[in-house]
């Protein structure tokens, strides 16, 4: 019977019970404010169930709890769930079915993992609400597995209220920290990692990771920890780009002043955050448009974010405040968080079922380990696989071992609907053939000058009125980058159009990083880098229109990337203006009359030869 209808046959119940009788008592009748929720909250809960996972390591060395969040099957957890598992694991919804599910990408420091169940392509999936407007008091709901108690694949839910929002909880070294996270006192065990916390309208707002326990006996104390939706949003793209993600650094400590405030007290020469202008001594006022009053609240908002992301800073420095936008550094170099995310969680080998006498107080926080024994028979055959499993085929199809990586399949994914979107845009490019690019433009300024670009094979240029630049090897675009020049346009142009025509495969190294923000602002971007020998260059492009926005060429990172951006204009898909931007400065802004694909000999020409 469900929820709902067990309500109602109690509530019939109750009516019979009192009932008026020969005594002319009145029948009691159920205050419409409860009754009402009541059921709002039974149908959040109808609502949020099929959309919980409950997440079994293959040979019963654990488990955990997991979210659904689209309808292709991709799914959040813990980093800690999935770590005993490896890269292939079972899952169980309420509809009573077991699906295969892969690992996409992890976040060993936040302790975020995505996963992907296979098998269909209509899962349901939660909607994401916002731990922004969380505040202490509110209801919520968690829904998981704790003790892996859903043998029979119904989740446990448990009620309660948000007791705390931005929460920190200490990382175990640089791993595993919660910044901003949501304290509450709805019950949390072994189990319920990695699941979701709701809000009373059935809107995941969290993913729950830690809980504070009695020393021993690890019974719940009614605090539990959930990382907040709104962090788990700003590493959705990193996740899904297949790769081990870092989070972000200021390149800068602080500390509370005794007077109020953040005050830094020590920060890094080669940061961007010294390139804006942050110094010793200077007063950090907010970070994404978040106020600051204290260390902490620095520390909480850092911690939500990826490294390389670029957001709004306001400080004040000498009486002078400076609003401006950093580049965020990360946390770890890439072969030290690989080390320490190798020595954080080792996976765990099954083990036998604990003696009746036996006391289970000295495990670790977050998933449950639960003997395979315990598991009815007909799930245990479900999720259960030899002490070396052989994965199934579509585990394999959608898993590629590569370092840095958890599964670099899922990066293959994005960087060949980068390149289709890219010969979309400029319908005359095909793999292998050899194009370039003739643009006539004119200086935006009160006395324009005519401006020609030539973007060929062996050969790059750019004239300004009586002025010509011109590269013929990538040494010399790396000149033009570090030097700040406005030719710094040309390695932008050149490296599209040779992504165009060569595609990630054979441009050089090639990888989709993740989401970030345009300049501090939303919606998120997708982000594709590429190595082209001493420089590295980025493309951000609109989630929705896929078209490029910007694309920045970075020669040495203690200097200012040149940004070259490409603005549409009146909803053309076909640029009207160039930009080209240092640091927050334009040095030439160009107003396009003509962009031509041509034959490579024709840009090759000399420019009154390509005129004819």
Not at 363 to 385: H, N, Q, T, V, Y
Request: glycine share 10%.
């Amino acid at each position: 019977m469900s929820p709902k209808r067990l309500f109602q046959s109690v509530v019939v119940v109750l009516a019979l019970l009192i009932a008026p009788s020969t005594h002319g008592i009145e029948p009691i009748t159920l205050d419409p404010i409860l009754e009402s929720a009541e059921l709002e909250r039974i149908a959040a809960i109808d609502l949020a169930k099929p959309t919980a996972v409950s997440v079994f390591v293959p040979g019963g060395a654990g488990g955990g709890s997991g979210v659904l969040i689209s309808p292709e099957g991709y799914a959040l957890t813990n980093f800690h769930v999935t770590s005993p598992a490896g890269s292939f694991m079972r899952c169980g919804l309420n509809d009573g079915r077991v699906y295969d599910a892969v690992i996409v990408g992890i976040d060993p420091v936040g302790d975020l993992a995505m996963i992907r169940l296979l098998g269909r392509d209509d899962f349901p999936y939660a909607e994401m609400g916002s731990s922004r407007a969380a505040q202490a008091g509110d209801w919520c709901m968690v829904i998981g597995n704790p003790f892996l108690l859903a043998s029979n694949l119904q989740p446990t839910v448990t009620w309660g209220i948000l007791s705390g929002v931005g929460r920190y909880q200490y990382p175990s070294g640089t791993l595993l920290e919660y910044g901003d996270c949501l304290q509450t006192d709805a019950s949390i065990n072994p189990g319920n990692s990695g699941g979701p916390i709701y809000d009373s309208s059935g809107k995941v707002i969290g993913i729950v990771g830690r809980a504070s326990f009695e020393k021993r006996g690890r019974v719940n104390v009614g605090v539990g920890y959930a990382i907040s939706i709104n962090q788990a949003k700003n590493f959705l793209g990193y996740l899904r780009s297949g790769r081990i993600v870092d989070h972000a650094t200021l390149g800068a400590t602080v500390v509370t002043d005794p007077d109020g405030g953040v005050v830094v007290s020590n920060i890094l020469d080669t940061s961007d955050a010294y390139r804006r202008g942050l110094r010793y001594g200077a007063e950090i006022l907010e970070i994404d448009g978040r106020i600051v009053q204290t260390a902490n609240d620095v520390q909480n908002i850092l911690a939500t974010f990826p490294n390389g992301w670029r957001v709004p800073l306001t400080f004040r420095y000498e009486g002078k405040t400076t609003n401006t936008l950093v580049r965020l550094m990360s946390v770890h170099l890439p072969d030290e968080l690989l080390e320490k995310m190798a020595g954080a969680l080792p996976p765990p080998p099954p083990r036998q079922a604990p003696k009746p006498d036996q006391e289970e107080g000295d495990k670790e926080e977050g998933d449950e380990k639960k003997p395979a024994e315990s598991i009815p028979d007909k799930l245990r055959k479900a999720i259960a696989g030899k002490a070396n499993p052989k994965y199934p085929k579509a585990v394999n199809e959608q898993l590629v071992s590569r370092k840095g990586y958890a599964n670099y399949h899922f990066n293959q994914v994005q960087q060949e609907r980068f390149r289709n979107a890219l010969r979309s845009q400029f319908p005359g490019g095909k793999a292998g053939e050899s194009v370039a690019w003739v643009i006539e433009a004119e200086t935006d300024q009160p006395q324009p000058q005519q401006v020609q670009i030539r973007i060929g094979k062996d050969k790059t240029e750019l004239v300004v009125g009586e002025k010509t630049f011109e590269a013929t090897s990538r040494g010399k675009l790396y000149d033009e980058v570090v030097d700040g020049s406005v030719a710094g346009m040309l390695p932008a142009l050149d490296a599209w159009r040779r992504m165009i025509e060569k595609g990630p495969q054979k441009f050089g190294e090639t990888f989709y990083l993740g989401s970030m923000p345009l300049a501090g602002e939303r919606p998120l971007r997708d982000c594709m880098v590429g190595l082209d020998g001493e420089l590295e260059v980025r493309w951000m492009s609109h989630p929705d229109s896929e078209l490029v926005e910007v694309v920045e060429v970075f020669a040495d990172r203690d200097e200012d990337p040149a940004e070259l951006w490409v603005i549409r204009e009146n909803g053309d898909e076909q640029p009207s203006i160039l930009d080209l931007r240092y640091g927050l400065d334009s040095v030439l802004r160009l107003k396009i009359k003509s962009w031509q694909q041509v034959p490579a000999e024709t840009a090759e020409a000399q420019p009154e030869e390509a005129a004819e």
